[in-house]
Structure formats: C-alpha cells, structure tokens
T-cell receptor, first 113, second 116 residues
Framework: GEDVEQSLFLSVREGDSSVINCTYT??????LYWYKQEPGAGLQLLTY?????DMKQDQRLTVLLNKKDKHLSLRIADTQTGDSAIYFC?????????????FGKGTHLIIQP | GAVVSQHPSWVICKSGTSVKIECRSL??????MFWYRQFPKQSLMLMAT?????????EQGVEKDKFLINHASLTLSTLTVTSAHPEDSSFYIC????????????FGPGTRLTVL
C-alpha cells in the first residue's frame, strides 16, 4: 500500500532556513501537499505541487520534488517563531480523482531563539 | 480562500450515546467531502469518502454502521458516531474539495470527541 514517511522532529534557529523532508512510495501520485497544523487546530494547506513539476516557490516556501527518488521537501526561508507547528506531507492516492489523502506522521518544527 | 467549518469544535459524551458532527463548506460547493480521524501525536487516517447524494465509501477497517455519514447537500456532510465508546475518543477532521478537476482539499478545524 501507499506509505508516506517523514522525520518526527526538526529544530532550527530563528532566522535560519528549515528544510522538512518527505518520501513516498506511490509512483502514481499526482499531487503532493504540505499542510501545517498548529496545536489544537485543524490543517492549513500551505502549498501543493503537481507531479510533473520539479519546484514551486511561494513567498518564503519552496517545494522541491524528485519524482525519480519519490522525495519531496519543504523549505521555509527565514524561519520565525510563528512557523512552529507540525508539518504534514500528503499525497493523493489515485491521481486527481476523488480519493482521500495519505498523510505522513508529521514533522514537529521547533524554533530556537 | 475556501473555508470549511465543523460543529461542534469539541464534545464530551457518555459511553453508549450517539454524537453528530457537521462539516460545512462555507463559500463553495463540495461534491466530495472526506472524514479523517487523528489520534494524539499521530497522523490523519482517512475514514471515509462522502459524495453528495450517494452512499459513503468507507476505508478498510472502518465500521460503516458505527460511523454513519450523510452528505445530503453540496455544502453539508455529517458524521454520526453511534453508541460511542471511550476508544472512539479522537480528533475528527473533515475536508472538502472545491473543484472536481483539481485535487486540493481544504480542511475543517476539527472536532475533538471525548467519550467518558
């Protein structure tokens, strides 16, 4: 079955860049997503990338996709204390259809002053 | 952007009772909504896919008679946890797609269910 893996924790200093990595197994994934979850809250869609793209940039966020290695990363430039949250990588199961998402376990981003 | 709401945001109930959770798309029509559950410090697990006007599709291992889903309109889906037990305590999150041609889901804020 499909599997999405992420490291559980990442600690960075305020002002540095954060890079959160994700690997997935389903080669038929069409869209890959990054969601942010703050304590006690729901999920906020940060960005997504279509599988035929290598990179997508949106302000402080840069998503890189290596489809050959099934590796996805999220780079947050100039990390701020407000970026402290859990970041989930997710993939669509069946490419653009009506299927739900498969999520990784989430990476806790910890910001050091 | 697309907004999804859930009601209630939290609920505490006694074991054996039923609880209904609503999921609404506020500024768009959603032909498909999804229900997930999230245990503490765990990832989200898809429970079921809800299509307007038809029966929900449940993931393997999810009891359809226990988790009743109704998607009666393009802006509302409900999840009813029947005869709730403490092991059903969890964070339930819904999501909705705003465009059938684009696989982007917008998530509600979640409902925390505690069964005593």
């Amino acid at each position: 079955g499909e599997d999405v893996e992420q490291s559980l924790f990442l600690s960075v200093r305020e002002g540095d860049s954060s890079v959160i990595n994700c690997t997935y197994t389903d080669s038929s994934s069409t869209y890959l997503y990054w969601y942010k979850q703050e304590p006690g809250a729901g999920l906020q869609l940060l960005t997504y990338i279509f599988s035929n793209m290598d990179m997508k940039q949106d302000q402080r966020l840069t998503v890189l996709l290596n489809k050959k290695d099934k590796h996805l990363s999220l780079r947050i430039a100039d990390t701020q204390t407000g970026d402290s949250a859990i970041y989930f990588c997710a993939e669509s199961r069946a490419g653009g259809g009506a299927d739900g998402l498969t999520f990784g376990k989430g990476t806790h981003l910890i910001i050091q002053p | 952007g697309a907004v999804v709401s859930q009601h209630p945001s939290w609920v505490i109930c006694k074991s054996g009772t039923s609880v209904k959770i609503e999921c609404r798309s506020l500024d768009f029509q959603a032909t498909t909504m999804f229900w997930y559950r999230q245990f503490p410090k765990q990832s989200l697990m898809l429970m079921a896919t809800s299509n307007e006007g038809s029966k929900a599709t449940y993931e393997q291992g999810v009891e359809k008679d226990k988790f009743l889903i109704n998607h009666a309109s393009l802006t509302l889906s409900t999840l009813t946890v029947t005869s709730a037990h403490p092991e059903d305590s969890s964070f339930y999150i819904c999501s909705a797609r705003d465009n059938p041609g684009r696989d982007t889901q917008y998530f509600g804020p979640g409902t925390r269910l505690t069964v005593l």
